[in-house]
């Protein structure tokens, strides 16, 4: 493969990287917006509404509170990425093991107006990855590395909402809302060079060095359904816009995944016990076409093959006294990738193992905790740069997170 097509081939890893998400969910799927739904692998987050952040899953949630509200939180994410088993140009090098620690912060306000009216704004992030490798990655055994391949792949985004909800009568309430989303990706890909003499590692050639930046509109709708007190259901949907990532004259067109959920909300009679889920459908396919303008490598468009994906989360909270509430959680996360898989971008098929507690306090008071171990799969990699790599990945992630909540 020649310098330009090798260009056209990372520069298009680096611009789906940066349009999808993290390494946290399958298709790199940022579930991280509060401590409460993190303690329950986020199953029923979008009608249960136990504090603020609920407007980032259902706008229509928000009408479920009899009072204004307030949360802040900062969730942590510590990734295991291992890449192993790995032949390159047909030769054996080293493992390489990828770990970051990632703060990912959340701030919520709701502002109950009347019976029927509630505004609500946050501040959040959906979409996020860190996976970088050594300078001298693949040069145990060989002379050409393969950074070209690995290199670095750093994500960040923001999520700035404003949403309004309206209850329409005592069973049904709606909602929707404005998504402004902020992405910032650095990616670069170099081709390093061993000397078998001295033993040092240089820099042969750049062949991506992207510092990109865009902003994109989008949307979501939802609704609430209350069977009675005890038991409610809700429906949301979020339409992820284009983003347009540009780094000097260059620009890069791709769209988002549009996601739908469906969540279940029941207290079991005479009991302190509740069971909760949720059915998330994330519309992974909508990548079938990237575009390029004034692209170097003269690529205008690319196919990059990815399937929709699921998720699916079960829960159960435990109403232990007035100050004290326990949860947990599991989920199961289908994988976005399909036959085109990549060393710097891992994904799989994950399980999600969640648990939580809440402490109440002075009756307007709440902090939450959450923890998660996130468990991935094993998955077989090739593909090619100067030289063909095969290589088996594995991702693995421990999340935990604190939340501040204030009713008013």
Do not use: C
Request: charged letters at 20%; aromatic letters at 12%.
């Amino acid at each position: 493969m020649n310098k330009k097509r090798l260009f056209s081939k990372t520069l298009l890893a680096a611009t789906i990287t940066l349009a999808t998400q993290q390494a946290t969910a399958a298709g790199f799927q940022l579930n991280a917006q509060s401590a409460t739904g993190l303690g329950r692998a986020f199953a029923g987050d979008a009608v249960i509404a136990d504090n603020a952040s609920v407007m980032s899953r259902n706008a229509a949630a928000m009408a479920l509170f009899d009072s204004s509200q307030f949360s802040a939180g900062l969730n942590y994410i510590d990734t295991d990425i291992k890449v192993s088993d790995i032949q390159y140009g047909g030769q054996d090098i080293d493992d390489a093991n990828n770990g970051s620690g990632t703060p990912v912060p959340n701030i919520y306000y709701i502002h109950r107006l009347n019976d029927k009216w509630a505004f609500g704004a946050g501040i959040y992030s959906n979409f996020g990855t860190e996976n970088n490798f050594e300078n001298d990655f693949g040069t145990s055994h060989t002379t050409v590395g393969a950074s070209a391949l690995g290199g670095t792949t750093e994500i960040k985004s923001v999520n700035f909402a404003l949403t309004t909800s309206y209850r329409i009568n005592e069973q049904w309430s709606v909602g929707g809302g404005l998504d402004v989303i902020y992405g910032a990706g650095t990616l670069k890909r170099e081709v390093s060079v061993k000397n078998p003499m001295t033993g040092d590692i240089t820099t042969a050639a750049t062949l991506v060095d992207i510092d990109a930046t865009g902003t994109g509109l989008g949307f979501n709708l939802g609704t609430v359904y209350e069977l009675d007190e005890r038991n409610r259901f809700g429906f949301s949907y979020h339409y992820s816009p284009e983003i347009e990532a540009e780094d000097g004259n260059q620009k890069v067109t791709l769209p988002l995944p549009d996601m739908l959920e469906f969540s279940g909300y029941h207290e079991i009679k005479d009991t302190k016990f509740a069971v909760h889920y949720s059915v998330q459908y994330i519309g992974w396919s909508d990548f079938d076409k990237i575009e390029f303008t004034n692209n170097p490598s003269g690529l205008s468009e690319s196919v990059y093959d990815w399937q929709n994906g699921m998720h699916y989360a079960i829960g159960g909270t435990y109403f232990l006294n007035d100050a004290w509430t326990l949860r947990a959680g599991y989920m199961y996360d289908t994988a976005a990738q399909d036959e085109l898989t990549s060393i710097s971008v891992p994904d799989s098929d994950r399980q999600w193992f969640s648990a939580g507690f809440s402490y109440h306090f002075e009756k307007k008071h709440t902090v939450d905790f959450g923890f998660t171990y996130l468990m991935g799969d094993d998955v077989e990699v090739e593909e090619s740069s100067i030289q063909t790599l095969k290589a088996t990945t594995h991702a693995d992630a421990i999340l935990a997170g604190v939340q501040y909540s204030y009713s008013f």
